[in-house]
């Protein structure tokens, strides 16, 4: 595994921890009744993150879950020709979640949007979306031309 991955990986985790503490530490708040305020916009930041790295690295490394429980019973020709359905619906998705994210994010530059509360700037976050949809957009548009070849 590459060094980029590994460092994308713990970033991904991180995130995914912090997301969970900042949720854990505004229920104990609301129970004290010392709320966090802003708990909302942070979890949002953090669960984004963690949430585009995953996609992502599930898409570059293969691991997206798939139904073995159809695809087993298929011939290996057919189990062939399913990879390549699952990967060309997986693009055709990608794209299209680019595409609605990018045009937002166009949209709404010089809005120069920010949370509420705390000022988490959005444009950043979906500048942060955008780039993670294009890698994994890539890794299957790669993925894809490399089995056409073959």
Same mark, same amino acid.
């Given at each position: &595994? ?20 900042? @949720? ?6 609301? !129970?004290?009744?010392? /709320? ?6 942070? &979890?949002?930041?953090?669960?984004? %993150? ?10 570059? =490394?293969?691991?997206?879950? *798939? =139904?073995?429980?159809? %695809?087993? *019973?298929?011939? /290996? ?5 399913? @990879?390549?359905? $699952? @990967? ?12 609605? $994210?990018?045009?937002?994010?166009? @949209?709404?530059?010089?809005? !120069? ?6 000022? %988490? /700037?959005? *444009? ?14 890539? $890794?299957?548009? %790669?993925?894809?031309? *490399?089995?056409?070849? $073959?």
């Amino acid at each position: &595994m590459s060094g980029p991955l590994k460092a994308a990986i713990w970033l991904g985790g991180i995130a995914l921890l912090a997301a969970t503490a900042i @949720d854990t530490l505004a229920v104990i708040g609301r !129970h004290l009744g010392i /709320p966090v305020t802003g708990s909302i916009e942070l &979890m949002q930041a953090a669960v984004l %993150v963690s949430g585009a790295l995953g996609l992502t690295i599930a898409t570059i =490394v293969q691991s997206h879950a *798939r =139904v073995r429980l159809f %695809v087993d *019973r298929l011939s /290996p020709a057919g189990q062939a020709i399913a @990879d390549k359905v $699952s @990967d060309t619906l997986s693009l055709i998705f990608f794209l299209a979640l680019l595409i609605g $994210s990018a045009w937002i994010s166009i @949209d709404l530059w010089d809005a !120069h949007e920010k949370s509420e509360i705390l000022g %988490v /700037p959005w *444009r950043l976050l979906r500048l942060f979306a955008n780039a993670c949809l294009i890698v994994a957009a890539a $890794s299957l548009a %790669v993925r894809i031309a *490399r089995k056409v070849q $073959s």
